[in-house]
T-cell receptor, first 115, second 110 residues
């Protein structure tokens, strides 16, 4: 079974440019998460989807970040415009809502470098 | 928010036991987790423990939970060079949001 797929794996852009990250969760997982991981830190939740609905976006900086999961499967996270401080790894995770332990499966991440 | 605390580095010799400690913040957390992250890879769930348990053993891994002190530990027996990675402790908040520590870098030397 394929795991969580993310692309691109690496992205280098200049500041003020837009950037988008794509995530395909594990088949059948209706819950999808985007996390931000800064260097030397643990991941921090940006947004959580239940199917196509964003049920928690309280930590998403909405002035420049946006996300969508239109059909309740794939998701895209966008930054426009990017700033130097956005350089980090963006992780996508998915889970089955029905599991008791809420095991979240993580993708390999997209490493963003903003110059 | 409050921080989940972990020591940043641990170095052990191959074959020894490793113990990674964590102090979490949310006493209502129903599950506590240990994730492993290898260079350039995403996080892999190693093990978890339900909050009404004191201990869980899974092959070379032993998790101890002290709810009174909000202390969690991960013991890896017979540590191998392939165990070198960053280990994250995480608590669960609001039933779904994982709150991670900063991670402990484990270095296993031959």
């Amino acid at each position: 079974e394929a795991g969580v797929v993310q692309s691109p794996r690496y992205k280098i852009i200049e500041k003020k440019q837009p950037v988008a990250f794509w995530c395909n969760p594990i088949s059948g997982h209706n819950t999808l998460y985007w996390y931000l991981q800064n260097l030397g830190q643990g991941p921090e939740l940006l947004i959580r989807y239940e199917n196509e609905e964003a049920v928690d976006d309280s930590q998403l900086p909405k002035d420049r970040f946006s996300a969508e999961r239109l059909k309740g499967v794939d998701s895209t996270l966008k930054i426009q415009p990017a700033e130097l401080g956005d350089s980090a790894v963006y992780l996508c995770a998915s889970s089955l809502a029905a599991t008791n332990n809420n095991e979240q499966f993580f993708g390999p991440g997209t490493r963003l470098t903003v110059l | 928010g409050e921080d989940v605390e972990q020591s940043l580095f641990l170095s052990v010799r191959e074959g020894d036991s490793s113990v990674i400690n964590c102090t979490y913040t949310d006493s209502s957390s129903t599950y506590l987790y240990w994730y492993k992250q290898e260079p350039g890879a995403g996080l892999q769930l190693l093990t978890y423990i339900f909050s009404n348990m004191d201990m869980k053993q899974d092959q070379r891994l032993t998790v101890l939970l002290n709810k009174k002190d909000k202390h969690l530990s991960l013991r890896i027996a017979d540590t191998q060079t392939g165990d070198s990675a960053i280990y994250f402790c995480a608590e669960i908040r609001s039933g779904y949001a994982l709150n991670f520590g900063k991670g402990t870098s484990l270095l296993v030397t031959p």
